[in-house]
């Protein structure tokens, strides 16, 4: 089974960033950045298991207390760089993000050329008219899916998000799951096709 480790990566400013990772068994065919949202339990098997489809997994360790746009991109650019340095061509380099991720990937994906990102779930997609002004901005090629259960954003709210991703210039496919909620985890089959799309996508784009 894939492991994680942490470790201490001292970035260019000389600040410290605290990131862990997992790594493939074989060959790694690229790499990806995961913003987790507030819990950090699971998050070991989501690296691992992103890992064992061959992808050198990090994740940054973000203090979420009064967390910024600027912070956030800081610590991608970080994280980016360890995987740089560590062999990653910057085209097989994706960001994905779940749950309060999901809308920090897109906040990423629309400030970092990347070769891929994809957001699964998100609170705050209900502050849409922001969302939507990021969207039409993605530099990423971009794939984000929601649900509409509890907190999260209704299925025309999702259409509106996907006519502005429409208008980026960089390839988009958003996908909505009546019934699913931010976590993905009140529909079973939901999560396990998002997965699957997830997979799917960073294979159609990392190569």
């Known amino acids: 089974m894939t492991l994680t480790t942490t470790v201490e990566h001292q970035h260019a400013d000389g600040h410290t960033l605290r990131l862990t990772f997992a790594e493939p068994d074989g060959v ?92 699964v779930g998100g609170q705050g997609v209900t502050g849409l008219p922001v969302l939507v ?25 999702v259409e509106q998000l996907r006519d502005a991703a429409a208008t980026a210039d960089v390839a988009t496919n958003v996908v909505h799951y009546p019934g699913a909620n931010h976590r993905f985890d009140a529909d079973p089959d939901a999560a396990a096709e998002a997965w699957q799309r997830t997979l799917n996508w960073f294979d159609a784009h990392l190569r």
């Open 28 to 119: 790694v065919r690229g790499g990806l950045v995961v913003l987790h949202g507030e819990a950090e339990e699971g998050l070991d098997l989501l690296l691992a298991g992103l890992a064992g489809e061959g992808w050198l997994t990090v994740t940054p360790h973000l203090d979420r207390d009064d967390l910024t746009q600027q912070d956030l991109l800081e610590a991608t650019d970080a994280t980016l760089s360890w995987l740089g340095e560590r062999g990653i061509q910057a085209d097989l380099v994706g960001v994905v993000g779940f749950d309060l991720g999901g809308t920090a990937a897109l906040v990423v994906a629309s400030n970092r050329r990347l070769g891929a990102a994809v957001s």
């Open 133 to 157: 002004e990021i969207a039409g901005r993605l530099t990423s090629p971009w794939l984000g899916m929601y649900g509409d259960a509890g907190d999260e954003a209704g299925g025309a709210e």
